[in-house]
């Protein structure tokens, strides 16, 4: 079975221009996780998705953020512009639909931000 | 006080040696509880879930204590991949939302030394 698809894996940008990260879920999973994870650092959640509508964006910087998942399969995370502190790897990951138990998440391998 | 903590590290064993982290959590209502794995410069992957009478999968055990708001993973004859940072997740429901919400610990740093 394939697992989490992202891309790009590295991207170095300099401040205040744009980037755009896309990912590919497993197959029938859901629900869809944006985290950002800084050096040193758990992930932290900036969004999540279930099939094609937000159900937590609260720690998303929606003032330079931005996430769609139209067909409620692959997303795109947009950052515009973006500032020194937006380097980290953004990971994408997937689960099965969690209204009804936590299930586990799976993980790309991540897109590796660097802005100079 | 976070809502997860783990202790960040590193420990240092010798190969062979049995080692013991803890993940604390301050949300009674947490429901379910996970170990990742995560190596250098690498995706976190599953290791194993936690379940409310603790469970073993080889080398590896995993204890839930409700009471005291902590999970545990024990992991007895420590092999040189082990080494490799642990992330303790912990997951609660939110009524609002309909959906469980996963936290991530900061991660334990084991290093198995030869």
């Known amino acids: 079975e394939a697992g989490v698809a992202q891309s790009p894996r590295y991207k170095i940008i300099e401040k205040r221009q744009s980037v755009a990260f896309w990912c590919n879920p497993i197959s029938g999973h859901a629900t869809l996780y944006w985290y950002q994870q800084i050096l040193g650092q758990g992930p932290k959640l900036l969004i999540q998705?279930?099939?094609?509508?937000?159900?937590?964006d609260s720690q998303l910087p929606k003032d330079r953020f931005s996430a769609e998942r139209l067909k409620g399969v692959d997303s795109t995370l947009k950052i515009q512009p973006a500032k020194l502190e937006d380097s980290a790897v953004y990971l994408c990951?997937?689960?099965?639909?969690?209204?009804?138990?936590?299930?586990?998440?799976?993980f790309g391998p991540g897109t590796r931000l660097t802005v100079t | 006080r976070k809502e997860v903590e783990q202790d960040p590290g590193p420990f240092n064993v010798p190969e062979g040696a049995t080692v013991a982290f803890n993940c604390t959590y301050s949300n009674s209502a947490s429901q379910s509880f996970f170990w990742y794995r995560q190596d250098c410069r690498k995706e976190p992957k599953l290791l194993m879930s936690?379940?409310?009478s603790g469970n073993e999968d080889g080398r590896f055990t995993a204890q839930l204590n409700r009471a005291s708001q902590y999970i545990s993973l024990l992991i007895r004859d420590s092999k040189l991949s082990d080494s490799a940072t642990y992330l303790c997740?912990?997951?609660?429901?939110?009524?609002?939302?309909?959906?469980?919400?996963?936290?991530f610990g900061t991660g334990t740093r084991l290093k198995v030394l030869a």
């Open positions: 998705f279930q099939n094609n509508g937000v159900v937590d």
């Open positions: 990951a997937s689960s099965l639909v969690t209204s009804g138990r936590a299930y586990e998440q799976y």
């Open positions: 936690v379940y409310s």
């Open positions: 997740v912990v997951s609660t429901f939110f009524t609002t939302s309909g959906t469980y919400k996963y936290i």
